[in-house]
T-cell receptor, first 113, second 112 residues
Framework: NAGVTQTPKFRILKIGQSMTLQCTQD?????MYWYRQDPGMGLKLIYY???????DKGEVPNGYNVSRSTTEDFPLRLELAAPSQTSVYFC????????????FGPGTRLTVT | GDSVTQMEGPVTLSEEAFLTINCTYT??????LFWYVQYPGEGLQLLLK?????DKGSNKGFEATYRKETTSFHLEKGSVQVSDSAVYFC???????????FGTGTRLKVLA
């Protein structure tokens, strides 16, 4: 049981490039989330999904897109990368039962120069 | 909207000292409350949780009690170790939505 896995661990992008951050969970969780963590700050929600085919915006969705074609996978797409997107990105999953905790992946550290 | 406020760090303690990290929240409903810990270079992992008023969550010597009257969920440990050095996040889950609100984190450094 690997839990939540994310790839890549590190990535450097040039301004204007695009990339996809991968997230996979093997716990059959319905709910999945993408957060960014800026230095010295808490987590900000980018997008979340309550099941395959259903996604919704969080508080900072601009510049990102997501899809959820399967229960296991929840990729985050960055189009036209900007320096403001330099951050650590965390994927998380949760059963869908209220009160249950989230399970986090190890994170992807992204630098845009 | 819902929010979580926790004390700013860094907090620096000597080994075996008593730890308190304050956390207060605002929420319109009856949230579940969590403490997560983040070790360097890793993701967040659940430390403890409480789902209703007066519940006490505990794990690895850490404790926190859900206080509805003071809207607080302070984290305590009687005797910290060097291995407890990490960033601690207080969070709430509003039962009306599936979103989680995180505090800004408190960095703890324990010196031998």
């Amino acid at each position: 049981n690997a839990g939540v896995t994310q790839t890549p661990k590190f990535r450097i992008l040039k301004i204007g490039q695009s990339m996809t951050l991968q997230c996979t969970q093997d716990m059959n969780h319905n709910y999945m989330y993408w957060y960014r963590q800026d230095p010295g700050m808490g987590l900000k929600l980018i997008y979340y999904s309550v099941g395959a085919g259903i996604t919704d915006k969080g508080e900072v969705p601009n510049g990102y897109n997501v899809s959820r074609s399967t229960t296991e996978d929840f990729p985050l797409r960055l189009e036209l990368a900007a320096p403001s997107q330099t951050s650590v990105y965390f994927c998380a999953s949760q059963t869908g039962a209220r009160g249950d905790e989230q399970y986090f992946g190890p994170g992807t550290r992204l630098t845009v120069t | 909207g819902d929010s979580v406020t926790q004390m700013e760090g860094p907090v620096t303690l000597s080994e075996e000292a008593f730890l308190t990290i304050n956390c207060t929240y605002t929420a319109t409903g009856y949230p579940s409350l969590f403490w997560y810990v983040q070790y360097p270079g890793e993701g967040l992992q659940l430390l403890l949780k409480a789902t209703k008023a007066d519940d006490k969550g505990s794990n690895k010597g850490f404790e926190a009690t859900y206080r509805k009257e003071t809207t607080s969920f302070h984290l305590e440990k009687g005797s910290v170790q060097v291995s407890d050095s990490a960033v601690y996040f207080c969070a709430l889950s509003d039962r009306g939505t599936y979103k989680y609100i995180f505090g800004t984190g408190t960095r703890l450094k324990v010196l031998a």
